[in-house]
């Protein structure tokens, strides 16, 4: 039991910085009547905490199977 809370305590940490690397993103862009061309800053980085994250979601949701 004590292995499924470390993994869900990584995939919440990893959800975290995946929302604050999104937050952090969107601050840099401000509305106008113009066309926005959107470069991302962090965009390897949230890509790699997003499979991160999917990977960990299916550990976690392999580990319910398995006890049900």
Not at 5 to 29: C, F, H, P
């Amino acid at each position: 039991m004590s292995n499924r809370i470390e993994i869900l305590e990584e995939y919440r940490r990893a959800n975290s910085q995946l929302a604050t690397l999104k937050r952090q993103e969107s601050e840099s862009v401000h509305s106008s009547s113009e066309t926005v061309r959107i470069e991302p800053r962090y965009g390897d980085e949230m890509n790699d905490l997003t499979n991160k994250c999917a990977q960990l979601d299916m550990i976690l949701e392999a580990m319910a199977a398995s006890e049900d």
